[in-house]
Nanobody
């Protein structure tokens, strides 16, 4: 069973930055054959898509509210995906989850593997 472990969350002031990491292990296939995604869930809200990156990083996708502020990247040699978050806003406060799937363009419901999440809190 694929294991995903997020790290890097914390408390930051508005305008600050954080970098989330997600390390994958117990992979059935090589890491570069998984599309990786980041999702978030704020209190009282449904989980939402944040960003995704293709197998070798050639394509990235973002939800509109984070475009220009967040950057998703991956290091296939380290089996790790990152989410660099800049210019953070209080509305970015949420639990952030990474997810993996072998489809090239998975929808949120397609992702087979999920981490347990890391809390990001942005104070105003």
């Amino acid at each position: 069973q694929v294991q995903l472990v997020e790290s890097g969350g914390g408390l930051v002031q508005a305008g600050g930055s954080l970098r989330l990491s997600c390390a994958a292990s117990r992979l059935t296939f090589t890491f570069d054959s998984y599309t990786m995604g980041w999702f978030r869930q704020a209190p009282g809200k449904e989980r939402e898509f944040v960003a995704a990156i293709s197998w070798r990083g050639g394509s990235t996708y973002y939800t509109d509210p984070v475009k220009g502020r967040f950057t998703i990247s991956r290091d296939n040699a380290k089996n790790t995906v990152y989410l660099q978050m800049n210019s953070l806003k209080p509305e970015d406060t949420a639990v952030y989850y990474c997810a993996a799937d072998r489809r090239m363009v998975p929808t949120e419901n397609d992702y087979n593997y999920w981490g347990q999440g890391t809390q990001v809190t942005v104070s105003s």
